[in-house]
């Protein structure tokens, strides 16, 4: 238990910020009080809008950076010699050696905040040149083990790529390796898993809980995943609007929330064990205005994927000379029918994004079929390919990525409908205007552009963009990963109603097991890129016969302080790498059938 008793690490008084916008200034937070003491969580939720980053940035002086202003409040904070300095008053100078250093902050975009044009290693090695003072040598191997810390796979090797060259669950262990780097303080963590897979996150929330207890740092964990709330948090913040509504010791919140809107997001939970839903083909087939019809085969299959290889090539030297492949996908083979979702659930790096965009002919697979309505995409050049797009959608991981900044949203939600109809800019719009109702987001919305909006509030836009051309086929790359749990029920509630009314197959690729339950019929596990588990719902996850399927099931955060607990099983998966040499050939797949619709492999 924290001694509550001793000056506080962090006391954040009657905290005002407020944004210039045409209708003159909004008010983001309102006479916000909380404290945080040394080796203490304090969990600060909310939905999206409600204040939660703009708090975070202000402790940092980084608001005005975005824009905004701190019109009042006191951020008193004790520094090593137990000096108390307001951070809200003193200079950049004297911020910017407590910035990094005693404070540090694991940001929610890891893409955006990351910089493209310098090395891994050289973004993990300035905090430790600059605030540590290493030598180049020491910094380079100290970031090294960070990496090898945070469970990334052929560390050196990552030193040496560029952002853009790793997956977004292996960027935001990278902002969580820098973060950690001069070990702070006081860590502010802005939905620092959120892209995540299960394992990982609970080898994240064991490293940080290891690091409070050697060093007594404090945690700021903001977040939207009550299960990572009851697994950490000490204490509990609950914001709406700006203000708090709630704050509490997280037993007795979970126990007996007090606000109204504190029980909302708690019901909106979702939780592992649920239950499955029940696939119906759908009865009603409604087109998008200005599309042909096109005939579905008799089974109903709109999709089969049959031995799909996908590999990418490793190259060395400065004749860039192939020297390996990475084995992404390999043999991978499923079914899809109209009005089903076909979960893919694995680890990050386990190919699970890779076979959603192979699907889509986004990379060029290798080898194997896809055949959608009958037809073979294979051999498909990208021109053959634009007509069939208006039926194969895709939900991109990265919402601020997948958004052209210059675009307002109006034309960015329909976009699909100016490639693949004919309707003019009136009719577009009030598709738009109605999509973006039905994703809950202000009319307003209509004009403004991504930049504008938050994490939470972009991935709508993606989710309104990817339903406007009314495919038969969407691929959900993490379409729910940055929502808080109020509007991902309700976007989970929405997809669902727009697939039983219109036949709309889902491929929905997520690291959140209790999500994947409440949205799948059937779910595939997929582990070093091929699949080791597959069947409905409810037989893979409520009688898992592979060992790997297991660990992820063990390693799922619940939303029950009560049932807190040691992974210890967690922390003996082994990591993969999927690097071969050229010429290697893996041995084929050997599938044991238990029941009607459930497949293990067992070599």
């Not at 799909?308 to 090539?313: E, I, M, S």
Request: net charge neutral; proline share 6%; glycine share 6%.
């Amino acid at each position: 238990m924290t001694d509550r008793t001793r000056t506080p690490l962090l006391q954040v008084e009657n905290l005002s910020v407020s944004f210039d916008t045409a209708n003159g200034p909004r008010a983001a937070v309102q006479g916000l009080s909380f404290d945080i003491f040394a080796g203490e969580t304090l969990a600060i939720v909310g939905e999206s809008g409600s204040g939660k980053s703009v708090t975070a940035l202000s402790i940092l002086g980084l608001i005005e950076r975005e824009g905004g202003r701190l019109d009042k409040g006191r951020i008193a904070f004790r520094r090593d010699d137990e000096s108390v300095v307001d951070l809200a008053a003193i200079s950049r100078p004297q911020l910017q050696r407590i910035r990094g250093n005693s404070i540090s902050m694991i940001f929610q975009e890891p893409m955006s905040a990351l910089n493209p044009v310098l090395t891994i290693g050289d973004q993990i090695c300035e905090p430790l040149i600059h605030h540590k003072r290493l030598s180049p040598s020491q910094a380079l191997r100290e970031a090294r083990d960070l990496l090898d810390r945070v469970r990334i796979s052929d560390p050196g090797r990552r030193l040496a790529q560029y952002p853009h060259e790793l997956s977004g669950g292996m960027r935001q262990r990278v902002m969580i390796a820098m973060a950690l780097a001069c070990s702070p303080r006081l860590l502010i963590a802005d939905e620092p898993t959120t892209a995540l897979d299960v394992t990982i996150q609970a080898g994240v929330l064991d490293l940080i809980r290891e690091l409070q207890e050697n060093s007594g740092t404090a945690v700021i964990f903001i977040t939207h995943d009550m299960g990572v709330v009851a697994e950490m948090a000490d204490r509990v913040v609950v914001m709406r609007h700006g203000a708090m509504v709630e704050t509490a010791e997280t037993g007795a919140l979970f126990r007996q929330p007090r606000a109204a809107y504190t029980r909302e997001l708690l019901d909106a939970v979702p939780k592992l064990g649920s239950g499955a839903p029940v696939y119906a083909a759908a009865t009603s087939k409604a087109e998008a205005p200005g599309f042909e019809t096109e005939a579905e085969p008799a089974e109903g299959l709109v999709l089969e994927v049959k031995n799909l290889v996908t590999r990418f090539p490793v190259h060395k030297g400065m004749l860039r000379r192939l020297v390996a492949r990475v084995h992404a996908v390999e043999d991978v083979s499923f079914t899809l029918r109209a009005g089903e979702t076909l979960g893919l659930v694995g680890e990050s790096g386990s190919g699970k994004s890779t076979v959603g965009r192979s699907v889509l002919k986004l990379v060029e697979p290798e080898s194997g079929r896809i055949l959608f309505g009958g037809r073979d995409l294979m051999p498909l050049g990208r021109r053959d390919m634009r007509p069939m797009r208006r039926n194969l959608q895709m939900i991109f991981q990265d919402p601020y990525a997948s958004l052209n900044p210059r675009m307002k949203v109006a034309e960015l939600v329909t976009e699909p409908l100016i490639i693949h109809t004919r309707l003019d800019p009136r009719e577009r719009r009030e598709v738009a205007a109605e999509l973006l109702a039905r994703v809950r987001l202000p009319a307003d919305s209509i004009d403004r552009y991504p930049h504008q909006f938050s994490g939470g509030q972009r991935q709508r836009i993606c989710i309104a963009r990817a339903l406007s051309s009314k495919p038969k086929i969407i691929v959900a790359d993490e379409a729910v990963s940055a929502l808080d749990v109020s509007v991902q029920a309700e976007v989970i509630d929405l997809m669902q109603e727009l697939q039983r009314q219109d036949g709309i197959a889902y491929l929905f690729i997520s690291h959140d097991i209790a999500v994947i339950e409440k949205m799948s019929h059937r779910v595939a596990v997929l582990d070093q890129g091929r699949i080791v588990e597959i069947g409905s719902t409810d037989a893979v996850l409520q009688h898992p016969r592979h060992d790997y399927t297991r660990q992820l099931l063990d390693a799922v955060p619940v939303a029950d302080p009560e049932r807190r607990r040691v992974r210890t099983s967690v922390q003996q998966i082994e990591r993969k790498n999927p690097i071969r040499p050229v010429g290697h050939s893996p041995s084929p797949l050997i599938y044991q059938t238990i029941g009607t619709d459930h497949q293990v492999l067992t070599a």
